[in-house]
């Protein structure tokens, strides 16, 4: 139902819950009882064109917000009679407001963006070459000892000038002395120098181990490309910088504080975080005041196995920092690197190559239904239709051992679908954390799969009219992390080079941003506290200088973030 003024009365239109409290109340039905009159709201945001992701009132004019929580939403004549002598206004002046967006995948290393050497744009499309590559890592190279690895990330293959990939031979001009090192931003791939091969006693003639492979050119020298698992047997050779105690914490704490900064920048109010070893920077930075949004924290490794001895459930913590599903547990490859399980060979790939599997049935099976029966939310990393399959047959395994009630066990990327596997997935009520961003950001890829494989790739379409819940994970730093960047491509399938793929996969702008609000507080199963713009619920929302239902489609990704708030409060201002 679209809003019109007056067109609702005051019973149905303005919805009140006081904050803190469990249960809502008509401001009109209360004050027909008694003189009460909810005053002095912390805050009133007014004259807005509000879209709260609430489909009993869709559209609205204005809201208060109290203790951090929305206490009414409605037109602004009746909300601005909420106001005390305390009480902050904002006219948005006819601005858009929407509910703070959520990205339900990222792996968000603030302290890399600070310190590593950075070869690619992590924020968006932009072309390198590969000699500003090999300078930056000469650089690097010269400030530390020989032995110890240079490393370059944020590479992105496809954007690069010279239109030709980065070999070993590109490489060895940065360093002899050094193990070097190029990683994909997709995470899945690297790229070697000689020296580094020769450390780890890799040669042309070492065979693929399980799970990754060791790349050749047409005279079957090694060409520097290293897929998946086989990236181990490289990483462990060679020295790694070393910081003391202190320095490594201020690192980390530093990081954390400056991708946090980042996030409320594109209005991400809530993240998903499937990144080891930040939980206590993040708790001090939270006491700090400078975690600035809200945390879904995935566990693995100590953690998780110290979940499951101690019996931690997913869900422990608060409306802040929370511990949600498992970080991803993988079982393919990567979509943007074309290492992924799928079912159909690559296509012009000689010879055949179907992308690589990196967990067996039986060890995904075991490692499912322990972390199940732990009352831990399982998440897996699933790009192709192979490895959904397996993901999905351990999750039917483990509830059907272990039945468990509004489990919402996770797959993230769910890349490849066809309706069997969308059929399998509501029928557990699986929750796919999908790409958003890379409709725009990865078009120049698409065409390494085709359209008819296009046609179900990222399928938000089909999951939609399917009534799975899908929400964006950006997979930061695989792809970018802008919510208006990811809702565009959800919208148009097109990419930054024009091309379209899997048109038949397009939402419309409310549903995208359904997937990208409210969705995501479904997929860490918090839809109850946040995701819409809701009497009771925490007063997160993103004021836009532009409203994306009226703009050119194209042009969704370039709306100004004006201002995000987080609890009520101003993180962000443009």
Request: aromatic share 8%; hydrophobic share 35%.
């Amino acid at each position: 139902m679209m809003y019109r003024p007056g067109s609702l009365n005051r019973r149905e239109f303005i919805t009140l819950g006081a904050a803190g409290f469990a249960g809502f109340i008509s401001v009109s039905a209360r004050a027909e009882e008694s003189d009460f009159r909810p005053k002095d709201a912390d805050l009133i945001v007014f004259n807005a064109k509000v879209y709260t992701v609430d489909a009993r009132v869709p559209r609205a004019e204005a809201f208060a917000v109290k203790n951090g929580r929305f206490i009414a939403v409605g037109t602004s004549p009746e909300i601005k009679g909420l106001a005390g002598k305390r009480t902050q206004t904002y006219d948005a002046k006819g601005m858009t407001v929407v509910p703070g967006f959520i990205d339900t995948h990222n792996h968000g290393r603030g302290e890399g963006l600070l310190y590593d050497v950075l070869v690619g744009n992590p924020y968006d499309v932009e072309f390198v070459t590969i000699d500003s590559i090999v300078e930056k890592l000469q650089a690097r190279a010269r400030t530390l000892p020989p032995g110890t690895w240079v490393e370059g990330y944020f590479h992105d293959d496809t954007k690069v000038n010279d239109k030709r990939p980065l070999n070993v031979h590109d490489l060895d001009k940065v360093s002899t002395e050094h193990p070097v090192a190029v990683h994909h931003r997709g995470g899945h791939t690297a790229f070697y120098n000689s020296k580094a091969f020769q450390m780890a006693g890799v040669t042309k003639n070492t065979p693929n181990p399980f799970g990754g492979t060791f790349d050749k050119d047409d005279k079957g020298e090694l060409n520097g490309r290293v897929t998946d698992l086989a990236m181990a047997s490289i990483n462990k050779a060679g020295l790694q910088q070393s910081f003391d105690p202190a320095e490594k914490n201020r690192r980390v704490l530093e990081g954390v504080a400056f991708i946090s900064q980042k996030f409320v920048q594109y209005g991400l109010t809530s993240v998903h975080h499937n990144e080891p070893g930040v939980l206590t920077a993040m708790q001090e930075q939270r006491v700090n005041g400078k975690l600035l949004h809200r945390v879904s924290y995935e566990p693995t490794g100590e953690l998780l196995e110290a979940m499951i001895a101690n019996g931690i459930e997913s869900g422990f913590g608060d409306e802040f920092i929370a511990l949600g599903a498992t970080a991803e547990h993988t079982v393919d490859g990567s979509f943007s690197e074309r290492t992924m399980a799928i079912s159909t060979p690559y296509k012009d790939i000689t010879p055949p190559y179907q992308g690589n599997l990196t967990e067996t049935q039986d060890d995904l099976n075991t490692w499912t239904e322990r972390v199940h029966r732990a009352g831990i939310r399982v998440n897996c990393h699933a790009n192709g239709d192979v490895a959904i399959d397996r993901v999905l047959t351990a999750y039917e395994r483990a509830l059907k051992l272990y039945p468990r009630a509004d489990c919402r066990p996770k797959i993230t990327h769910c890349s490849l679908l066809n309706d069997s596997l969308i059929a399998r997935m509501k029928a557990i009520d699986a929750v796919p954390a999908e790409f958003g961003t890379y409709a725009y950001y990865n078009a120049d890829k698409f065409h390494f799969y085709g359209e008819e494989l296009m046609k179900h790739m990222s399928p938000y379409r089909s999951l939609i009219d399917a009534g799975v819940t899908p929400a964006a994970g950006s997979d930061f730093s695989p792809g970018p992390f802008s919510p208006l960047m990811a809702i565009q491509g959800m919208v148009t399938r097109t990419g930054w080079n024009g091309e379209t793929w899997g048109a038949n996969q397009r939402i419309t702008v409310e549903e995208a941003i359904r997937v990208n609000t409210i969705n995501g507080a479904y997929n860490s199963r918090e839809e109850k506290i946040k995701g819409s713009i809701t009497a009771g619920k925490v007063a997160d929302f993103v004021v836009l200088a532009d409203d994306p239902h009226i703009v050119a489609h194209e042009k969704i990704k370039d709306i100004k973030v004006v201002q995000t708030v987080v609890s009520g409060k101003t993180v962000y201002k443009a």
